[in-house]
């Protein structure tokens, strides 16, 4: 069966990096775009970030871009998400997010992990 | 980028119809056939409902439709049960392989 299991969350003081990733299972991982997803406690979804099964294009929503940079490991079926100069706002639960198959960057995301939680705090 | 408009809440009784409209520009929403919905059930993951705007996965109920007219999607839950109490989110394609999600919809089944 598909499994996502995020990892690397936790408490970050404003302005540090953090390291998310995001362990895939049940499925050939390097046939798949994937991307990050995040909820701000209480609040929406936020598309965070995206990229190719290959890893040869990434994609970035305007509020992380130059700061996040997601990348993966297909030997070890391991989606990641760096990040760097963390703000208050950046306060969320990432989820990782698999897209269907041959459908790169459409809006269907047939699995999602339990989520990590970012709490950017001093 | 900005989000696509939701209203924050609605409702209905079981047995009744509700429509959760997802308001977007003609460039994201009225530009593409790629509006998903989904469903998050408290303390839960999202789950896909609708996909290619009008598009049901396996496994979801036909009482949910979706469809799309001009710049606004709408999703439809046709014979409410207790069970659709949850928020909605809307998606869209938005170009340059971007996108963006709507607000929220609180949906409460009286």
């Known amino acids: 069966q598909v499994q996502l299991v995020e990892s690397g969350g936790g408490v970050v003081q404003p302005g540090r990096s953090l390291r998310l990733s995001c362990a895939a299972s049940?499925?050939?991982?390097?046939?798949?775009?994937m991307h990050w997803v995040r909820q701000a406690p209480g609040k929406g979804l936020e598309w965070v970030a995206l990229i190719w099964y290959d890893g040869s294009n990434k994609y970035y929503a305007d509020s992380v871009k130059g700061r996040f940079t997601i990348s993966r490991d297909n030997s070890k079926n391991t989606l990641y998400l760096q990040m760097n100069s963390l703000r208050a706002e950046d306060t969320a639960v990432y989820y990782c997010?698999?897209?269907?198959?041959?459908?790169?960057?459409?809006?269907?995301?047939?699995?999602w992990g339990q989520g990590t939680l970012v709490t950017v705090s001093s | 980028q900005s989000a696509l408009t939701q209203p924050r809440s609605v409702s209905g009784s079981p047995g009744q119809s509700v429509t959760i409209s997802c308001t977007g520009t003609s460039s994201d929403v009225g530009g593409y056939n790629y509006v998903s919905w989904y469903q998050q059930q408290p303390g839960k993951a999202p789950k896909l409902m609708i996909y290619d705007v009008s598009k049901r996965p396996s496994g979801v109920p036909d009482r949910f439709s979706g469809s799309k007219s001009g710049n606004t999607a709408s999703l439809t839950i046709s014979g409410l049960q207790a069970e659709d109490e949850a928020d909605y989110y809307c998606?869209?394609?938005?170009?340059?392989?971007?996108?963006?999600f709507g607000g929220g919809t609180k949906l409460t089944v009286l």
């Open positions: 998606c869209s394609y938005a170009g340059s392989y971007t996108l963006v």
């Open positions: 049940g499925f050939t991982f390097s046939s798949y775009g």
């Open positions: 997010v698999r897209e269907f198959l041959g459908r790169v960057g459409a809006p269907n995301f047939d699995y």
